[in-house]
């Protein structure tokens, strides 16, 4: 009877050993988890922040694209009007030595 007790008394300290490091698991666990969440939150706003960017970025160069195409037809334009002054200049000069003569 006495052997059986202490035996009883073995496994229940095994038990209780057990069962702390159980505890400490479950904890450790639970940190692991918090640690993980907060880690999940930063990087879903870090990813937030860059679709951002990247949709401040491609707008900014939608812009610059249509600016630069609107600075080229406005070239064209520039360089037409030319070709007309030149043009009307040129008529001018043989009507005025038309006129000289």
Same mark, same amino acid.
Request: charged share 45%; aromatic share 2%.
């Given at each position: 009877? %006495?052997? =059986?007790?202490?035996?009883?008394?073995? @496994? /229940?300290? %095994?038990?209780?050993?057990?069962? &702390?490091?159980? @505890?400490?698991? @479950?904890? *450790?666990?639970?940190?692991?988890?918090? /640690?993980?969440? *907060?880690?999940?939150? #930063? #990087?879903?706003?870090?990813?937030?922040?860059?679709?951002?960017?990247?949709?401040?970025?491609?707008?900014?160069?939608?812009?610059?694209?249509?600016?630069?195409? =609107?600075? *080229?037809?406005? /070239? /064209? *334009?520039? &360089?037409?009007?030319?070709?007309?002054?030149? #043009?009307?200049?040129? +008529?001018?000069?043989?009507? %005025?030595? +038309?006129?000289?003569?």
């Amino acid at each position: 009877l %006495q052997k =059986e007790l202490e035996i009883l008394k073995r @496994e /229940r300290e %095994q038990l209780l050993m057990e069962r &702390e490091k159980a @505890e400490e698991t @479950e904890l *450790a666990m639970r940190d692991l988890e918090k /640690r993980l969440a *907060a880690r999940s939150e #930063a #990087a879903e706003h870090y990813k937030t922040q860059m679709e951002k960017a990247v949709s401040h970025y491609n707008n900014k160069k939608q812009l610059l694209q249509k600016s630069e195409e =609107e600075t *080229a037809e406005l /070239r /064209r *334009a520039l &360089e037409v009007k030319n070709h007309e002054v030149n #043009a009307i200049t040129m +008529d001018k000069r043989l009507l %005025q030595a +038309d006129l000289d003569k």
